[in-house]
């Protein structure tokens, strides 16, 4: 199974700050990343897909960068609603993994 | 309205059994792969098992393989996830999500598009 590692397991921030999360995959997946974002009882929401193509309806303030084993997810100003645990997930083969999460809290 | 809403979560005993369903509307479901991922409270987002467009082609997580079934009704755009033998690790709450791809660069990519706001399902004696 590929093991994906997300940095950092949390952060604090403020609005309109610039958020940047990196998620590591065991073995090369080429472009296969996707992240999500999740609000407290809430379903996963899919912003970012093939490592950097932004879903649509997604603000722009979200990217993606990134290919083969290191990824890179970017919030250029938090915005108050940005306030989530975020995911990164491989789609490069079977079982699909997700990383850990990243939490963004309010400093 | 694309929409997955989920049902048949419920508490029951260790050993035993529950049946969760996944009602699909507003897309053509006979022609996406979907998936279960399931998450205890607090914590991450674990992959369960997924089946193609016609069920010819299903994959299981390692926890769950040979207790739990995934199936799916085209005709009545219905998911399945039948569950045996659970265990009290098995409480979770259980979401089913659509696959959808892209095609990028000569290559199609994969990614869960289209989520249900989950079922939650208890093992506890």
């Known amino acids: 199974d590929i093991q994906m590692t997300q940095s950092p397991s949390s952060l604090s921030a403020s609005v309109g700050d610039r958020v940047t999360i990196t998620c590591r995959a065991s073995?090369?997946?080429?472009?296969?990343l996707n992240w999500y974002l999740q609000k407290p009882g809430k379903a996963p929401k899919l912003l970012i897909y093939?490592?950097?193509s932004l879903q649509s309806g997604v603000p722009s303030r979200f990217s993606g960068s990134g290919s083969g084993t290191d990824f890179t997810f970017t919030i250029s100003s938090l915005q108050p609603e940005d306030f989530a645990t975020y995911y990164c997930q491989q789609s490069y083969n079977t079982p699909r993994t997700f990383g850990q999460g990243t939490k963004v809290e309010a400093k | 309205e694309v929409q997955l809403v989920e049902s048949g979560g419920g508490l029951v005993q260790p050993g035993g059994s529950l049946r969760l369903s996944c009602a699909a509307s507003?897309?053509?479901?006979?022609?996406?792969?979907m998936h279960w991922v399931r998450q205890v409270p607090g914590k991450g987002l674990v992959w369960v098992s997924r089946?193609?467009?016609?069920?010819?082609?299903?994959n299981y997580a390692d926890s769950v393989k040979g207790r739990f079934t995934i199936s799916r009704d085209n005709a009545k755009n219905t998911l399945i996830l039948q569950m045996n033998s659970l265990r009290v690790e098995d409480t979770a709450v259980y979401y089913c999500?659509?696959?959808?791809?892209?095609?990028?660069?000569?290559?199609?990519?994969?990614?869960?598009?289209?989520w249900g706001k989950g079922t939650t399902v208890t093992v506890s004696s």
């Open positions: 999500a659509r696959e959808g791809r892209q095609w990028l660069m000569n290559y199609y990519y994969y990614y869960m598009d289209v």
């Open positions: 089946i193609n467009e016609d069920g010819s082609s299903i």
């Open positions: 093939a490592a950097s």
């Open positions: 507003g897309f053509t479901f006979s022609g996406y792969w």
């Open positions: 073995q090369n997946i080429n472009i296969y």
